[in-house]
């Protein structure tokens, strides 16, 4: 019953999406197309909320007469994992993603306040029609098996985990918000006005997306850290890159509107940026689900639907492409400005940016190419990506430091050096130290130096920049605290998101710096050190626990003669999927992380004992990666509810 009414609304869904791209091209809707639009709108909605929610009643009872269902589940699975492995598939997934487009869809017909309303609407439901024809067409979560199997064969045991149950929505709802950048663009091309009014309307729009987009990519990571059993945050994954290059893009997007908000400046690189992140985000699917790629984060190899998606992309990036070269000349931009100006520094920051994206993309697709033309395969990996990626993120830091406190139109470098003399004298200071102390570590000289210095850089920039702001030395503290009260949320904004970036970057580097790692064989009663932790192999236990067999092993973890922790790293076989992982187990504390992965594969040692495979890593700073993702996403929230009040100030008046 559920499967057969999910069938019936996602039929619902397309003929929605098709009527309000429809309604304002027919004259005969003429006057009502924008109430034909909004109650579409509201149908699309309603349709796909109940065909999701038909999905995930498919999997809670184990209707295995579903594909999707038999494919993904099974009768023993515990219930959090039936429930979140309905996204946790190619089907469900774009079921997901089209329900979270067309949600975005529905909340801006009923609040947008744009005036191309009606044109914004109708390349919405173009692309609502083209992502629910995709899952009706190629991707169809409600797929019959007859005869109806008895049991499932399973989800991936990698995806049982809580990151990847939060981790694609998170995802989706960064992609799904960017459809609005891009129908945005098109609308304003359409009727040649890009302006301050439109930057305004659009931002909001953007920075929910890209918080929820933020959050997304340091979920996925913090998953792969715990469940992969490498001991890392990234990996290169032609799939990490996928979400890494239009959280880039959108970087820019959003810098850039603050500039056409504030100086009607760059109405055309705007308008492109609006409709490159939600293209490359597209491209970042395609690559997932065409089957080009080899990753545990893709979900689909079937060359038919990479097709379809790749067609779908074509079709949406082609047209507004061609609107940009018809119209884009047509745009009318401010006044002049210099280079040495804080539009000047967002504009080489946005270069910055999409060289970053650039070099990600082509390091992720010249594999692909190259096996293609000539039938040789090669892999990119991080050594490519390092160097490349480290000096532009370098000039970024270096960047980020002075950009935000130029003046607009003008700024005068001298006057501007002296200013911040101070902010660069403290990371003058901690970079002698950092230099010093990592020399001596390493035995020579790295990039972690630099690296630390630019980093502390930043992060004093901003510290002397709220100081100067509230007359921190000049006055008492009591009105100091008034004037912080006072300073708007759009500041804060830009400080929680660049402090958030200047800690992902001191994290980054000194867990490069100081990371250690060993990989040896171990039996009961063993002891190793590493890092000056002492960790001795216990026991090992073998034994049932839900789904799956597990090979536990207790490992104690001291230092100086004091036990820390008790590991219970686990080596498991899932029965149903006759698969084998291994699942870390990690003693965390403020600074350190200490990570132990224990291998699947017994050995008998020359004694006749019984012994594993053990890996344990020494991760410091780790914690800081995922809090600076979490300061830069509220940095993001900052500044929408900033939008949100000032939206709430002006129908007041």
């Known amino acids: 019953m559920a499967a057969n009414l999910g069938e019936i609304v996602l039929i619902f869904a397309l003929l929605s999406s098709f009527l309000q791209f429809y309604a304002p091209l027919n004259k005969s809707f003429s006057g009502r197309s924008l109430i034909l639009q909004k109650f579409s709108a509201k149908i699309l909605l309603i349709s796909l909320l109940t065909a999701f929610s038909c999905l995930i009643y498919s999997y809670i009872i184990s209707d295995f007469s579903l594909a999707n269902v038999y494919r993904n589940s099974h009768s023993f699975k515990p219930l959090l994992y039936k429930i979140t492995g309905s996204w946790g598939n190619h089907e469900g997934s774009m079921l ?108 909001p729009w953007v920075l929910i997306s890209w918080s929820f987009l933020t959050m997304g990519i340091g979920l996925g990571s913090w998953w792969a850290y715990r469940e992969l059993g490498w001991g890392g945050f990234w990996f290169w994954d032609p ?130 190419f ?128 660049h402090i958030g970036v200047a800690l992902l970057a001191i994290s980054i580097t000194l867990l490069s710096a100081f990371e250690e790692d060993k990989e040896l064989l171990m039996k009961a009663g063993e002891k190793t050190e590493l890092a000056g932790y002492e960790i001795t192999f216990l026991e090992s236990k073998l034994g049932q626990k839900e789904d799956y067999l597990a090979r536990t092993g207790k490992f104690s973890v001291s230092r100086n003669g004091k036990e820390l922790a008790i590991l219970l790293p686990e080596s498991r076989i899932y029965i149903v999927q006759g698969s084998s992982t291994t699942e870390a187990d990690i003693y965390y504390t403020p600074i350190t992380d200490i990570y132990i992965v224990i291998g699947d594969k017994a050995y008998e040692t020359r004694e006749g004992k019984e012994g594993f495979s053990v890996r344990i890593y020494v991760r410091p700073f780790m914690n800081l990666v995922w809090l600076s993702c979490l300061i830069i996403a509220a940095g993001g929230f900052i500044a929408l509810t900033e939008n949100i009040k000032n939206r709430g100030k002006k129908k007041k008046k």
């Open 96 to 203: 997901l993603f089209a329900l979270i487009i067309c949600g975005y869809n529905f909340f801006y017909s009923e609040l947008g306040r744009s005036e191309e309303k009606k044109i914004i609407l109708c390349v919405q439901g173009a692309i609502c029609f083209g992502i629910v024809s995709y899952v009706v067409f190629t991707s169809n979560p409600f797929e019959r098996l007859f005869p109806v199997p008895e049991t499932g064969l399973g989800l991936n045991p990698l995806l049982q985990d809580i990151g990847l149950a939060m981790h694609p929505p998170m995802l989706y709802l960064g992609y799904g918000g960017f459809s609005l950048a891009f129908s945005f663009s098109v609308a304003g091309l359409w009727v040649k006005k890009i302006d301050k009014n439109w930057a305004r309307d659009l931002r």
């Open 239 to 368: 799939v990490e890159n996928s979400s890494l290059m239009p959280w880039l893009v959108a970087t820019s997007l959003l810098h850039s509107l603050v500039v056409l908000e504030k100086r009607q400046e760059f109405p055309a690189w705007a308008s492109f940026l609006a409709i490159l992140t939600f293209c490359v985000g597209l491209v970042g699917f395609f690559l997932v689900r065409s089957g080009v790629l080899t990753s545990v984060h893709s979900f689909a190899s079937d060359p038919y639907r990479g097709i379809f998606m790749l067609i779908l992309l074509a079709i949406l990036f082609g047209f507004a492409l061609t609107l940009y070269s018809l119209r884009a000349s047509s745009l009318k931009a401010g006044g002049n400005f210099a280079f040495v100006s804080r539009e000047g520094g967002i504009l080489l920051n946005n270069v910055l940016l999409l060289t970053l994206c650039g070099t990600i993309l082509l390091g992720t697709l010249y594999p692909i």
């Open 370 to 497: 190259l096996e293609v033309l000539v039938g040789e395969r090669v892999s990119v990996g991080k050594p490519y990506f390092n160097v490349i990626f480290t000096p532009v993120a370098f000039l970024l830091l270096f960047l980020g430091a002075i950009g935000p406190y130029l003046k607009w139109k003008k700024d005068d470098l001298a006057k501007l050096s002296k200013k911040r003399a101070i902010p660069l004298l403290i990371p003058l200071l901690f970079f002698i130290a950092a230099f010093a102390g990592i020399w001596w570590a390493k035995g020579g000289f790295t990039l972690y130096a630099p690296a630390l210095g630019l980093a502390f850089w930043l992060l004093t920039a901003i510290i002397a920049d709220i100081s100067d702001r509230i007359k921190l030395f000049s006055t008492s503290i009591k009105k100091s605290i008034n004037k912080l009260k006072d300073l708007p949320l759009s500041y804060y904004a830009m400080v929680f998101a």
